[in-house]
């Protein structure tokens, strides 16, 4: 029987939506030397050095939005499809969150099992815990499928998963056990389509996701070494 992902993880995933660009996804939140951050995927976001989110993240303050303004960590020119925004003087900075979640690729293996999480279509997994009611983020069971070189990274590669990241997904996390612990290994990109036939403009989703490596989202986003 698999591990259920914990609670350390879940209370850590956000539904998000950018003013700026309108589109609707998935961030997640870790933590960094004296404050947290809000990652998430830069094809959501716009290019510029703060930006206006409307966030929910109901297993904390049920189905009501947060509309805040946040200042991005490094440069949106930067590559790679990441994007790291400061949560010092918000809400999201002082709820309290169990445990704590590193983000890294650091010891992951090809075919390893993963999950992604997120908010596909905007749908939610809602549950009763301890009388109230929450809403969490729905969660896809995949395999890293392997690695591929992505000129928009530079050096960096994609993590392919074996998993389709349905729209929503976006911005979520990719998460998997590392040595017995739960960890963020990557960044949901989207999913890659191929045409239903030769030739035809109409495509299909290929079974196949792309995410940035942890790591690599990491140095693209301008956060905090570990």
Same mark, same amino acid.
């Given at each position: 029987?698999?591990? &259920? ?9 956000? %539904?998000? %939506?950018?003013?700026?660009?309108? #589109?609707?996804?998935? =961030?997640?939140?870790?933590?960094? &030397?004296? +404050?947290?951050?809000?990652?998430t995927a830069q094809h959501l976001c716009v290019d510029a050095p703060s930006e206006t989110f409307t966030?929910?993240? /109901?297993?904390?303050n049920g189905t009501k939005p947060l509309t805040v303004e946040l200042t991005r960590v490094g440069d949106? @020119? ?5 994007? /790291?925004?400061?949560? +010092?003087?918000?809400? @999201?900075?002082?709820?309290?969150? !169990?445990?704590?979640?590193?983000? +890294? ?6 075919? %390893? ?26 969660? *896809? #069971? ?9 000129? *928009?990274?530079?050096? =960096? ?9 349905? !729209?929503?997904?976006? =911005?979520?996390?990719?998460?998997? #056990?590392?040595?017995? /612990?739960? %960890? ?5 990109? =989207?999913?890659?389509?191929? !045409? ?6 109409? #495509? ?11 790591d690599q989202a990491r140095r693209a986003a301008g956060l905090p070494s570990l």
């Amino acid at each position: 029987m698999n591990d &259920p992902i914990t609670a350390e993880i879940w209370q850590r995933v956000v %539904q998000l %939506q950018s003013e700026g660009t309108g #589109r609707p996804g998935t =961030g997640f939140v870790v933590d960094g &030397p004296g +404050s947290r951050y809000l990652v998430t995927a830069q094809h959501l976001c716009v290019d510029a050095p703060s930006e206006t989110f409307t966030i929910t993240y /109901a297993w904390a303050n049920g189905t009501k939005p947060l509309t805040v303004e946040l200042t991005r960590v490094g440069d949106p @020119l930067e590559g790679g499809d990441v994007a /790291a925004f400061l949560l +010092s003087g918000t809400e @999201l900075d002082t709820v309290a969150m !169990p445990g704590s979640v590193v983000l +890294s690729s650091t010891g992951i293996g090809f075919t %390893q099992e993963c999950f992604i999480l997120g908010f596909p279509y905007g749908l939610t997994f809602d549950l009763e815990l301890g009388g109230i009611e929450v809403t969490l983020p729905v969660a *896809k #069971r995949g395999t890293i499928a392997g690695f591929t070189r992505n000129p *928009k990274l530079g050096d =960096g590669v994609w993590m392919l998963l074996d998993v389709v990241a349905n !729209p929503g997904f976006s =911005g979520g996390p990719v998460v998997a #056990r590392v040595n017995g /612990a739960w %960890q963020f290994v990557g960044v949901v990109a =989207g999913t890659m389509s191929g !045409p239903i036939e030769e030739g035809s403009t109409e #495509r299909f989703a290929s079974g196949l996701s792309t995410a940035t490596d942890a790591d690599q989202a990491r140095r693209a986003a301008g956060l905090p070494s570990l």
